[in-house]
T-cell receptor
Framework: AQKVTQAQTEISVVEKEDVTLDCVYE???????LFWYKQPPSGELVFLIR??????QNEISGRYSWNFQKSTSSFNFTITASQVVDSAVYFC????????FGGGTRLMVKP | DAGVTQSPTHLIKTRGQHVTLRCSPI?????VSWYQQVLGQGPQFIFQ???????GRGNFPDRFSARQFPNYSSELNVNALLLGDSALYLC????????????FGNGTRLTVT
């Protein structure tokens, strides 16, 4: 199976700290897409970003930024100046033939 | 526009029973996928349908089946329920399979006792 691994199961930070969530994926596909989703305590999965395998340009969107490195099969996600509302479980996922999610990283931001 | 809607929101069943979960995609979306999320884990892919045809199936037993209707809504059926089937069942829709961002519903929480 082509796995998506999120080695950090739980991270706790204090508000305003920067935090990086790691994601490493396996794939035999030449074309694939990578996603990050947020799952707040209410349970719904919220789409954050999609990146295709041909686009290694890193992206910044407000306090969020993503670092895609094909050479290391990593797609890391950084939140700058974290806020309590960022507390959630974050999932990295890969789409090739099917969508595969990592196990998730629970982020707790304390005031 | 309404997002992905799932019904019911919660369900309690007994072992051996069957269950039908329903999903209505975002208007204009023709692809629907189903995922099982056991507590504390990431969602696991069950099925994907596109234009009413099955496009993919995850590693789930034949007790799990699904279908997509002409209006692109979908049903997930699970027969002979086991305690281990207790989970949050998520439906997602997209314009096309694979490449589109997936928009998820709020899920159906199934408890098997």
């Amino acid at each position: 199976a082509q796995k998506v691994t999120q080695a950090q199961t739980e991270i706790s930070v204090v508000e305003k700290e920067d935090v990086t969530l790691d994601c490493v994926y396996e794939t035999r596909d030449t074309t694939y897409y990578l996603f990050w989703y947020k799952q707040p305590p209410s349970g719904e999965l919220v789409f954050l970003i999609r990146r295709n395998s041909f686009d290694e340009q890193n992206e910044i969107s407000g306090r969020y930024s993503w670092n895609f490195q094909k050479s290391t099969s990593s797609f890391n996600f950084t939140i700058t100046a974290s806020q309590v509302v960022d507390s959630a479980v974050y999932f990295c996922a890969r789409v090739g033939n099917m969508l595969t999610f990592g196990g998730g990283t629970r982020l707790m931001v304390k005031p | 526009d309404a997002g992905v809607t799932q019904s019911p929101t919660h369900l309690i069943k007994t072992r051996g029973q069957h269950v039908t979960l329903r999903c209505s995609p975002i208007s204009g979306h023709k692809s629907v996928s189903w995922y099982q999320q056991v507590l504390g884990q990431g969602p696991q892919f069950i099925f994907q349908y596109y234009e009413k045809e099955e496009r993919g199936r995850g590693n789930f037993p034949d007790r799990f089946s699904a279908r997509q209707f002409p209006n692109y809504s979908s049903e997930l059926n699970v027969n002979a329920l086991l305690l281990g089937d207790s989970a949050l069942y998520l439906c997602a829709s997209s314009l096309r399979p694979e490449r589109s961002p997936l928009h998820f519903g709020n899920g159906t929480r199934l408890t098997v006792t």
